[in-house]
C-alpha cells in the first residue's frame, strides 16, 4: 500500500466518522472498491449512552387535602441501568431481536428459565443474517429486556442472567 493510498484510506475514515457524528448515527460500514481484486471494508461505531426519560409529574387535585402520604419504596434493581446491572446480556449489534427460532415455536428462553453457558438465548437479524446471541454465564433468567421483533442497538440491554 503507498503512502497516498493511506493518506486517502484515512482521510476516507475521517469522514465517514464526521458523517456519523452530523448525522447523530451509532454506526456506519461501507465497502469501497478499489480495483477487481482489492477492496476495503469499514465500519465505523461508536457506544451510545442509554438514558431512561424522566417519569412524568403527577399531581393530586387543588380540592384534596394534603396529606403525608407513606413514601413508596423502589427497589434499586428496578431504577438502575439495565446495562450497569450484573448479568446484564448486551446487545453484540445492531438488528432485530427474535426471542424464539421460528414463528409459532416457543421462545429460547422465558424469565426463570436455567440456562447454561454458550445456550443461545435469543438471535439478532442484522444485514439478513441471524446470529445465535450466546449465554454469556450460566444462572437464571431474571429479567427480559426486549420483545420478540425489537429492533435493539449496539450495547442495548437485552435480559438479565444471574
Known amino acids: 500500500m503507498t503512502k497516498k493510498s493511506q493518506d486517502s484510506d484515512v482521510a476516507f475514515i475521517e469522514a465517514l466518522a464526521a458523517i456519523l457524528d452530523k448525522n447523530d448515527m451509532t454506526e456506519i460500514q461501507v465497502k469501497r472498491i478499489y480495483s477487481n481484486n482489492d477492496s476495503m471494508n469499514v465500519r465505523v461505531s461508536r457506544k451510545v449512552e442509554m438514558v431512561a426519560a424522566p417519569a412524568?409529574?403527577?399531581?393530586?387535585?387543588?380540592?384534596?387535602?394534603?396529606?403525608?402520604?407513606?413514601?413508596?419504596?423502589?427497589?434499586?434493581?428496578?431504577?438502575?441501568?439495565?446495562?450497569?446491572?450484573?448479568?446484564?446480556?448486551?446487545?453484540?449489534?445492531?438488528?432485530?431481536?427474535?426471542?424464539?427460532?421460528?414463528?409459532?415455536?416457543?421462545?429460547?428462553?422465558?424469565?426463570?428459565?436455567?440456562?447454561?453457558?454458550?445456550?443461545?438465548?435469543?438471535?439478532?437479524?442484522?444485514?439478513?443474517?441471524?446470529?445465535?446471541i450466546p449465554a454469556p454465564a450460566s444462572g437464571t433468567v431474571k429479567r427480559i429486556l426486549v420483545a420478540d421483533g425489537d429492533a435493539v442497538e449496539f450495547g442495548a440491554p437485552l435480559m438479565i442472567i444471574e
Not at 77 to 103: H, R
Open 56 to 132: 412524568p409529574a403527577s399531581f393530586a387535585p387543588m380540592a384534596a387535602p394534603l396529606a403525608a402520604a407513606p413514601a413508596e419504596t423502589v427497589s434499586p434493581v428496578e431504577t438502575a441501568d439495565p446495562t450497569a446491572l450484573p448479568g446484564a446480556v448486551t446487545s453484540p449489534m445492531v438488528g432485530t431481536a427474535y426471542l424464539q427460532p421460528e414463528p409459532n415455536s416457543p421462545a429460547f428462553v422465558s424469565v426463570g428459565a436455567q440456562v447454561n453457558e454458550g445456550d443461545t438465548i435469543l438471535i439478532i437479524e442484522a444485514m439478513k443474517t441471524m446470529n445465535h
